[in-house]
């Protein structure tokens, strides 16, 4: 079975920093551009991030641009949100998708919450 | 700033026909934006309908229907049932690896 499993999301301060996880499964990970995607509470979708195959091409919303970082690890099946200069306007649910080659998002994990609040 | 727009609220009524669409601010969607569209209800993760403006994915029932209709994509949904009541959102695809959703149009069935 496909599945994208995330991690990581918690409680952090404004100025924080943290990292989330997504654990590919059931497919080759390393052929696949991955997605982040978030949504506010009570808000609708927003493209975060995304991450080529290899990771030679990255891209970021202009809301996140500068603060965060996307990766990825073939070896290890998974892909990585650094979230630093946290901001109350980040707390969502962040997802990561897979990607398919006519761009567009045919699996999702479930989603971790990430909360920032003093 | 490139802002996709979807109707905020629709109802349609069992057995009733729907198409919900999908714009930009300023310009046509085309099908070099590949529309899709995801099915969303409260608490789950988006579950994909439509890819490439018209191409169902797998499991997606034929009474969904992606199309271009004049200068936005749209999703038609016929015979309405209960379980279509959800959020839609589309998303078109902006080049250079870039995506932008939109608002979401909240679908109820009544």
């Known amino acids: 079975e496909v599945q994208l499993v995330e991690s990581g999301g918690g409680l952090v301060k404004p100025g924080g920093s943290l990292r989330l996880s997504c654990g590919g499964s059931?497919?080759?990970?390393?052929?696949?551009?991955m997605n982040w995607v978030r949504q506010a509470p009570g808000k609708g979708l927003e493209w975060v991030s995304s991450i080529s195959s290899s990771s030679y091409y990255i891209s970021y919303a202009d809301s996140v641009k500068g603060r965060f970082t996307i990766s990825r690890d073939n070896a290890e099946n998974s892909l990585f949100l650094q979230m630093n200069s946290l901001r109350a306007e980040d707390t969502a649910v962040y997802y990561c998708?897979?990607?398919?080659?006519?761009?567009?998002?045919?699996?999702w994990g479930k989603g971790t919450t990430v909360t920032v609040s003093s | 700033q490139t802002v996709v727009t979807q109707e905020p609220s629709f109802s349609v009524s069992p057995g009733g026909t729907v198409t919900l669409t999908c714009g930009f601010t300023?310009?046509?969607?085309?099908?070099?934006?590949?529309p899709s569209w995801y099915q969303q209800t409260p608490g789950q993760a988006p579950r994909t309908l439509i890819h490439s403006t018209k191409i169902r994915s797998s499991g997606v029932p034929d009474r969904f229907f992606g199309s271009i209709l004049g200068n936005k994509a749209a999703l038609t949904i016929t015979g309405a049932q209960a379980d279509d009541e959800s959020d839609y959102y589309c998303v078109l695809y902006l080049g250079s690896d870039i995506w932008v959703f939109g608002g979401g149009t909240k679908l109820t069935v009544l």
């Open positions: 300023t310009g046509s969607v085309s099908s070099d934006n590949y």
């Open positions: 998708a897979r990607v398919l080659g006519t761009y567009y998002m045919d699996v």
């Open positions: 059931g497919f080759t990970f390393s052929s696949y551009s």
